[in-house]
């Protein structure tokens, strides 16, 4: 998207020339499929945040390998590498730097690399992703961490890796603010689900243009409005639950808490906000939550086939109380299920209706 | 930007050394490293590297066997359910679990899908932009003026006139056609979260079966969705057809880019629930009654399709990789449930020991390994060429594919696609092509997609069948055993995949994955032999017409973007190290890379 966006862009009356820049290292360890679920986004799509089509939207180039239009030789013509060269150099303030996937700990061997991202002119070794963030950073408006592996570590930080993998909070300081004052914003999901990044992308540029106040974050630096209620809160399943009847086997469409679903107590807006479009999910299309939006995820949900420990307790009381609450919606069920007698094609009227003659 | 830099390589050779490093519009970090000889318009070496190691086979030792396939779907961003798929095919036959059909036609439908999703945006929103018009118009000038007077042959299927108007659909964000193939990227991966929850990390996915629930409404919502996706690639296969087939025409020559021997690998994809019992015992019977045959092939002939044969000649070579040897660690696996003994440098057997250290192009240079199928003589260095060539032409030459929508002939694949919204009954054959490189493999992803829409109209008939019988059930129970053996095979969207899990006292003891990247994106093996992206882009000519300083090595990186390039997926977990090495060519540093 290094694409210069076209020189009708709608939309972008009343901001300044100046575009803000996104640079995005997709060379954390990582899968790439932040970068990729963020193309299924539809409110806004990317194409609609490149070509600024939201109100309000400033001006945007943005930097992402997975779809950049630039690819010449390093240090020859058209060469993605060097915008965070510039970005290093202050050449493009402001932007914000997009960190994907987790940060190894590259102190803990004697040379070469976890991970890399572009080489060192001089040395003609990979520049860490560590060192990017050390360079880049300080000069950034604002520091976005996407997926749980950028937020939090995530599967590649599981206990026996050999990297020390962490998050972006973790290596950079959990209190960091960038210079104006922005903490750090971290979307977890693995991937994130596409609309709620995109969503919060599309604020943080609204906050850069004025538009907007200061991102409201709740302690683990997630967007408040997305990442406030649980799993359990949004699943269409709750109703089950609730009525004490859980599943025994994965295919049965009733609550998987039994089978290794966390979702109580996992915070997650995916079965009230779907996949995509309203499509798909987890626990509400039948696929376990195994906590994937979580600080704690994976170590603390494994193995995730099994029930949680803490759901024992409460699973007991709610199949006793539900029993008893099924029984009685039954009756109201029976009651409810047929139409009110004076319903049918009958010589009189019996609606209670009386006519005034 | 930044005035060129390039410089003469220190040999002395003439030679100028380029480098493309991270490579945009693939998924993962890789570079390719060259000595460019612009006197005979040619590449004289490549080196490929990539620089993230994440070690997945480290961290699953010692984990329950059930949550395999929700980890290792995490080794991929773009095809993470095919891992996930694969897991769930190793854990079925270590586990001695069949699902029920319906489970097994819900399978193939996600499946189908992610080829559908994946192969579109890959090959419109990453490769095309390498053939729209602002590209060409940067490296071939001439060549935009010719396709502004080339009439597309096939203008009346897919409504654009000249084969510059294709180039200009093209064009990030202001090319219509590189807009609508977003969408289309999303609605297929709606038809997939129907089948698996969520994409690109299942949800709904488990060893011996899906969670889904099986519905009318289930596949009335994908078969809606699909019947749009047939008609857009009864445009898209012409369509395609007339872009690949004008480079040939206007630059004579370009066969060249980015061809090597043929030396094709195909693991099978999408598993008949009829027959396949998940038992190793059967696996060459219920692999040759896939609906994507597997298959081997050497310089255009068959060498085997039979699974049991693939799986022991699997090989992991080191040579120049940063990971030290596993020789003389413990064996896990001596022989196959069959008998068959099993090499020490098979995946069963492989040992993952990260060795961190400087790159060095005359030593070690990458986080990738060397994966090579012996086939009693020789270490070949085997490529899926992106997958689909790979799929195509094995399927094509074993001819047993026959479901009515699809009919592999022993020379090609026949695709019939039924009538759609404002389209006929039309029908593609896909027919063996005379060389194995970069256009070939791009018109190949093009005529799979199709390949892929036609398969899955086949699953949902089946798939609905067993709902109006009342057969709903998808998922069946298993119990882990505490020694057991598993291997998933199928298709990856990129190429072969496989999965060889050891389970012992209830816990995973070994686990390799096998993904499609590693194979092309490996590095000179232990004989020297290079890899698949190696040696496609040495010998490559350069048809830019720009000159050294301008030039942006778009050949190059065609020859590299036709393999489909995933780099999580190539580094996930390799082993390696290994010894030295005789270097076929001894680069002195290149771009200052000697450090």
Redesign the interface.
Known sequence: MTTSPPETEAGTAGQDDKPIHVLWINAGLSCDGDSVSLTAATQPSIEEIALSVLPGLPKIEVHWPLIDFECGPVQGADTFIEWFFKGERGEIDPFVLVVEGSIPNEAIKPEGYWCGFGDDPETGQPITTSEWIDRLAPKALAVVAIGTCAAYGGIHAMAGNPTGAMGVPDYLGWDWKSHAGIPLVCVPGCPIQPDNFAETLVYLLHQASGAAPMIPLDEQLRPAWLFGATVHEGCDRAGYYEQGQFATTYDSPKCLVRLGCWGPVVKCNVPKRGWMNGIGGCPNVGGICIACTMPGFPDKFMPFMDEPPGATVSVTASSAYGSLIRRLRKVTQHTVDAEPKWRGPREKLTTGYRPPW | ??S???KAAGDGSGLVE????????I???L?IHTKIDFKQKKVAECYSTS?????YS??M????P??AH??TS?????C?DNHATCSVYAQNMAYGVKPPHL?EWIINLGEAAEYMFDHN?FQE??VG?DYCE??VK?TNPGVLELAERTEAPHAAEHGYRTIADIMRSL????GEFY?EA?QV??YT??MF??ME??????????P???????SVQLFT?YLSRLMRYVEFMKRVVPLHDDLFDFFYEALPGYEEVGRRRVLLGCWGALNDPEHCDFTYRNMSDWGRRMFVTPGVIVDGKLVTNDLTEINLGIRILLGSS?YQDWEGQERFVTHDPLGNPVDPRHPWNQHTI??????DFDDKYSWVMSPRWFDGKDHLALDTGGGPIARLWSTALSGLVDIGYVKATGHSVVINLPRTMTKPETSFEWKIPKWSNALERNRARTYFQAYAAAVALHFAEQGLAEVRAGR????E?FEVPDEGLGVGFTEAVRGVLSHHMVIRDGKIANYHPYPPTPWNASTRDSFGTPGPYEDAVQNTPIFEE?PP?????IDI?RAVRSFDPCL?CGVHMYVGGGKTVQTMHVPT???????
């Open positions: 930007m930044a060129p830099t390039t380029m480098s493309w490093d991270p490579i945009t519009r998924v993962g970090s570079g620089s993230v190691f994440r070690g480290v961290f030792r010692g984990k329950d059930r949550d929700f980890i995490r080794i991929c961003g773009i993470g489970g945006i929103n990453l932009v602002r590209m940067e064009n990030p964000l202001e807009r977003l990227s999303r991966r709606e979260c129907l929850g969520r994409h690109v990390h299942p949800s709904t996915l488990y011996g079966g899906t969670g889904t629930v099986a919502d940063y990260p060795a961190p250290q400087k790159r709903t059930q998808t998922w129970k720009n300083e301008n030039f942006k090595g990186m999580p540093g290149l771009s200052g890379m000697g450090g």
